[in-house]
């Protein structure tokens, strides 16, 4: 089993910046994706980002490109999502979520495994 455990998470004004991590522990791969998405309350899972096994390979939602950076630390096991200019519409709970390949995915049904998620609200 895998745990991933999301920190970073909190009320911020619009404009400002949040940095979460998700440090992932348990049963290990020897190579995986990983990748964050979010749900607002009355709103589906939304992809924000995902990063492959490397860190060769990237992708953002729209809503988020150019605003958010991904990137891992493949020793601790963590990956992080770097948030800058936030604007209302990011307020949601976000989750990391771990994919047994290499090769990053933009779809929730590819990742087998998820945290607990981490609050971000942001506020006008």
């Known amino acids: 089993q895998v745990r991933l455990v999301e920190s970073g998470g909190g009320l911020v004004q619009a404009g400002g910046s949040l940095r979460l991590s998700c440090a992932a522990s348990g049963r290990t791969f020897s190579s995986y994706a990983m990748g964050w998405f979010r749900q607002a309350p009355g709103k589906v899972h939304e992809f924000v980002a995902a990063i492959s096994w490397s860190s060769g390979t990237t992708d953002y939602g729209d809503s988020v490109k150019g605003r958010f950076t991904i990137s891992r630390d493949n020793a601790k096991n963590t990956v992080y999502l770097q948030m800058s200019s936030l604007k209302p519409e990011d307020s949601a709970t976000y989750y990391c979520?771990?994919?047994?390949?290499?090769?990053?995915?933009?779809?929730?049904?590819?990742?087998?495994?998820w945290g607990q998620g981490t609050q971000v609200t942001v506020s006008s």
């Open positions: 979520a771990v994919r047994p390949s290499a090769i990053m995915s933009i779809k929730e049904y590819e990742y087998d495994y």
